[in-house]
């Protein structure tokens, strides 16, 4: 797991599209469905609903999803923290 798939993870979860994710990172869509799968395989856990071409969280994801963007988060300021000490 690393920090691209996680970002996979919450923009596939808030647009509900693998393809407008794929399009947006300039990436094949094959690569953002595969990368989602390893995820879920890595933590054992489905979680995404698939219907068709219809991808939704299900409850595990939802709970994963509150988790991943609060350290997204978190780590963003961090990084802007450490930035912002830099000019010091």
Known sequence: MNLT???????????????EVAKEAYVSQSAVSQTIKQLEE????????????TIKLNQQG????????????LLDR???????????
């Open 5 to 19: 798939t996680l970002k996979y993870f919450i923009s596939v979860a808030s647009l509900g599209s693998i393809t």
């Open 42 to 53: 890595e933590i054992g856990v489905e979680l995404f609903d698939r219907e068709g071409r």
């Open 62 to 73: 939802k709970l994963f999803y509150s988790y991943v963007s609060d350290s997204l988060n």
């Open 78 to 88: 961090g990084i802007k923290a450490v930035q912002g000490s830099k000019k010091h």
